[in-house]
T-cell receptor, first 112, second 116 residues
């Protein structure tokens, strides 16, 4: 499996505060993805990156921004967290878009 | 509009029997399909995939069948083991020509429970 780490693994924050989640990979994969998983919704794509400084929106991108300044790092930022953003966030990487992706362990975020 | 549907939220099977997990899709342009397994508090792990040029792909105890005319795929696990108890996600993408494939669209998942 690809070496993918996510930090933090758990976070509790308050409504209105900014939050940044980090994904780090050691596999030199071109593509990196951020998903959220919620009961009854499965995995939904927030944003993805197809190279350094190259990103695109996914299905549920409102309220989120991303940045990728290095191949190995992909950051997800909630500019002003809301309770609806309470979720489990997964980072994934892949060599090719739409093909096999490798997932990180997830970050559990609670917005109070 | 849900393009990948896993209509069974859960499935219970006895150890040693066959588990059949189903997935339907509505986008006829999807031509690459994957199954992922997810244990609690872990990230999903890739299980098996199939391209639309095939109708079957096997990997050990796992076989995926694709019925393009019915827009249906299924994952068969034989024999089922208690360690197979997990949530299984179906995912699909479509070829974009020289641009490769689209991003993956996931179903909502089916929780499989294999009892001893």
């Amino acid at each position: 499996d690809a070496g993918i780490t996510q930090s933090p693994r758990h976070k509790v924050t308050e409504t209105g505060t900014p939050v940044t989640l980090r994904c780090h990979q050691t596999e030199n994969h071109r593509y990196m993805y951020w998903y959220r998983q919620d009961p009854g919704h499965g995995l939904r794509l927030i944003h993805y990156s197809y190279g350094v400084k190259d990103t695109d929106k996914g299905e549920v991108s409102d309220g989120y921004s991303v940045s990728r300044s290095k191949t190995e790092d992909f950051l997800l930022t909630l500019e002003s967290a809301t309770s609806s953003q309470t979720s489990v966030y997964f980072c994934a990487t892949g060599a090719y878009r739409g093909e096999t992706q490798y997932f990180g362990p997830g970050t559990r975020l609670l917005v109070l | 509009d849900q393009q990948v549907k896993q209509n069974s939220p859960s499935l219970s099977v006895q150890e040693g029997r066959i588990s059949i997990l189903n997935c339907d899709y509505t986008n006829s342009m999807f031509d690459y399909f994957l199954w992922y397994k997810k244990y609690p508090a872990e990230g999903p792990t890739f299980l098996i995939s199939i391209s639309s040029i095939k109708d079957k792909n096997e990997d050990g105890r796992f076989t995926v069948f694709l019925n393009k005319s019915a827009k249906h795929l299924s994952l068969h696990i034989v024999p089922s083991q208690p360690g197979d108890s997990a949530v299984y996600f179906c995912a699909a993408s479509e070829s974009m020509g020289n641009s490769g494939y689209s991003t993956l669209t996931f179903g909502k998942g089916t929780m499989l429970l294999v009892s001893p």
